[in-house]
């Protein structure tokens, strides 16, 4: 059974999010009082987390049982991307920049409304996950011979799957009539597209949510046609003039636009490569079998 990029991508960034919270909490620099976790709240370390009655949890009682939990598993994590990077870079690695693209467009729309320093750090965050995974992926499978025929014969037959469509992000507020979708309008010379979708919106299913759709295609069947293609010519960041849509009328917001992206065979060789061959290794997909190929002493444990 072939598992789809974008699944097998799913799975791994739950993963990661998975263990996010627990790197932060591992990654301070000892030699600082005050901690910020990734909220931007700070803990200082000489001072009680908590206090039950006149008991207190102290910040070192913490970290010894995160450490205890969790602590070797973050460490091994660490090692592996260390050792997958240097092998890499000694081996001249190169990952094709549609392929990071691609990957960081399909991220993004599992995600939902991000602001844009949050939408930054995220891209941040999986371009390294990504070029981790592809990099391990390449190490894996570099001494599996794939025939230059059966990679054109697997790309041509699954190629939609290392394409990505041109994608927008939207919100909509949708009204009875003209009158009213007038009456929105003007509203939104004074409050958030999200307040007034939530006060004006009759689309019960978004309404609450501040009128927020989600991404679309030009494919996708869950909106009518007019909302992808006035998208398409509007910027980020703006919202529309009423359109009617059957007996109703809508204003629909631009949140964001993710271009297609489309890798020719040539840009796509050594990932079909990897999807060819990575059924053929007898090992997991883990970093840790690469560790011989390199010098890694846990210092801790001597």
Request: net charge negative; proline share 2%; no cysteine.
């Amino acid at each position: 059974m072939k598992i789809s990029r974008l699944v097998l991508w799913s799975i791994i960034l739950l993963l990661l999010i998975t263990n996010l919270t627990t790197i932060l909490l591992l990654s301070g620099k000892n030699n600082e009082d005050a901690y910020i976790l990734s909220n931007n709240n700070k803990i200082d370390r000489n001072k009680p987390l908590a206090e039950i009655e006149k008991e207190e949890i102290m910040y070192q009682d913490w970290m010894a049982k995160l450490i205890n939990k969790h602590g070797e598993q973050v460490l091994n994590e660490m090692i592996d991307k260390e050792v997958i990077f240097q092998l890499a870079q000694r081996e001249d690695i190169e990952i094709e920049p549609k392929i990071v693209e691609r990957e960081i467009a399909r991220m993004m729309v599992m995600q939902g409304l991000l602001s844009k320093e949050k939408r930054e750090q995220k891209i941040t965050e999986w371009t390294e996950q990504i070029k981790y995974r592809y990099f391990l992926q390449y190490l894996l499978t570099k001494d599996i011979s794939v025939s230059a025929s059966e990679i054109q014969e697997y790309y041509n037959n699954y190629q939609n799957q290392y394409q990505f469509d041109d994608t927008v992000q939207l919100s909509h507020i949708l009204v009875s009539g003209q009158e009213e979708a007038e009456y929105a309008i003007a509203k939104l010379e004074e409050e958030s597209f999200s307040k007034v979708a939530k006060e004006f919106s009759i689309d019960a299913e978004t309404a609450d949510q501040g009128g927020y759709l989600g991404y679309y295609s030009e494919t996708s069947s869950f909106i009518p046609e007019v909302y992808y293609e006035t998208a398409s010519s509007m910027e980020e960041g703006t919202y529309s003039s009423p359109i009617q849509v059957g007996n109703e009328y809508a204003i629909i917001f631009h949140h964001q636009h993710l271009p297609a992206i489309n890798l020719n065979y040539d840009e796509a060789f050594q990932e079909v490569k990897q999807d060819i061959a990575l059924p053929e290794t007898t090992e997991e997909v883990d970093g840790s079998q690469l560790w011989n190929q390199l010098e890694v002493d846990f210092l801790y444990k001597e």
